[in-house]
């Protein structure tokens, strides 16, 4: 399958590898919150035209809908992916509020299922 990147499990619950990195060392300097949010998640909804065109290692932008609370990973020509749901959506919401930019970087793709890292970038 097109943008398949092998064998490998993705879990379908809950965000992984939450990072909360403001608070051990090699954090954020100054406990910046939104560089701190960094989580391993797999996209909900994911529209299956866009994923069969997805490859590991390509970056998704992650914004608001506008009109909605809910926050979607966009290709690079504005394409919807699929929702981001964050461990902590109030301080992503927040953040992307404010203006700062996050990146979901495609880890995996499996069937339909695409396993995503996000970060501020």
Not at 53 to 76: I, K, M, N, P
Request: hydrophobic share 45%; with cysteine.
């Amino acid at each position: 399958m097109a943008g398949s990147s092998g064998g490998g499990h993705i879990s379908h619950g809950r965000p992984t590898g939450v990072g909360v990195l403001g608070d051990q060392p090699g954090g954020p300097v100054g406990g910046d919150p939104c560089a701190a949010l960094i989580f391993v998640t797999v996209l909900q909804s994911p529209r299956p035209v866009a994923v069969a065109a997805l490859a590991a290692g390509e970056h998704l932008e992650v914004r608001q809908d506008s009109g909605s609370l809910s926050l979607l990973a966009f290709t690079t020509g504005g394409q919807i992916v699929g929702a981001v749901v964050p461990p902590d959506i109030d301080t992503l919401a927040d953040c992307l509020a404010a203006g700062r930019r996050f990146v979901a970087t495609v880890l995996r793709v499996s069937g339909g299922a695409v396993e995503v890292r996000v970060q501020a970038g």
